[in-house]
């Protein structure tokens, strides 16, 4: 019978699992669509929306709560601020890859309103603050965001955003109230449609919430 040694028996096997290990972690890193891996990229309770979208009629429309928090930049911000504008309000992470790939469309939208009384604001969810100002540097955002590292902003939109979505966005009339929603990542022609009707209404005839 054919003597081997344990050395020689072992190695090959030790190798064969480093390829696998490696091509998993090449894979995994494939999913994140390229976006930061920080934070809670790995907290498998957030889930991407279908991109799908719903329209509030006036009459039919809540308030939006009145949340408030400090910036990235250390800034307190409030929705209420915000008040008398049409608000794109995006809710976002480092680490999730279609926030990155979403990002040019809202840049594109926020541009060609900046004269109707549009505003954006982000709410970065559970992110690492370091990574979330990284991101917002690299893509060139200059709106502010929420630091919402907790999570309790997106907690008091539940009603109208399930808080495991990311991305989602909300479109807020001139009266605070939500108009319009997105669950995962918006393009152009949807996200242009939405503010472009909220934007268009009389403030006048809009209903009581």
Not at 20 to 45: E, F, H, P
Not at 82 to 94: H, P
């Amino acid at each position: 019978m054919p003597c081997y040694r344990s050395g020689a028996r072992v190695r090959p096997v030790l190798l064969r699992a480093a390829a696998a290990i490696a091509v998993l972690a090449a894979l995994s890193g494939c999913a994140g669509g390229g976006a930061t891996q920080t934070g809670s990229s790995s907290d498998n309770r957030y889930i991407a929306g279908d991109g799908s979208s719903t329209s509030y009629d006036p009459g039919d429309r809540h308030a939006a709560p009145d949340v408030s928090g400090d910036s990235l930049d250390g800034d307190p911000i409030s929705l209420s601020d915000y008040r008398g504008d049409v608000l794109v309000v995006n809710f976002w992470a480092s680490w999730c890859g279609p926030c990155r790939s979403e990002t040019p469309v809202l840049k594109e939208v926020r541009s060609e309103f900046a004269d109707d009384g549009v505003e954006f604001l982000g709410v970065n969810i559970k992110d690492d603050k370091t990574a979330a100002q990284a991101f917002e540097k690299s893509q060139g955002i200059s709106y502010p965001s929420i630091y919402d590292q907790p999570g309790e902003v997106v907690q008091k939109f539940r009603d109208t955003v399930p808080p495991q979505a990311i991305p989602s966005t909300l479109v807020l009339d001139r009266e605070g109230r939500i108009a319009a929603r997105v669950i995962g990542e918006t393009d152009y022609k949807q996200l242009k449609g939405l503010v472009e009707t909220v934007v268009a209404e009389d403030g006048g005839d809009a209903g009581t919430a």
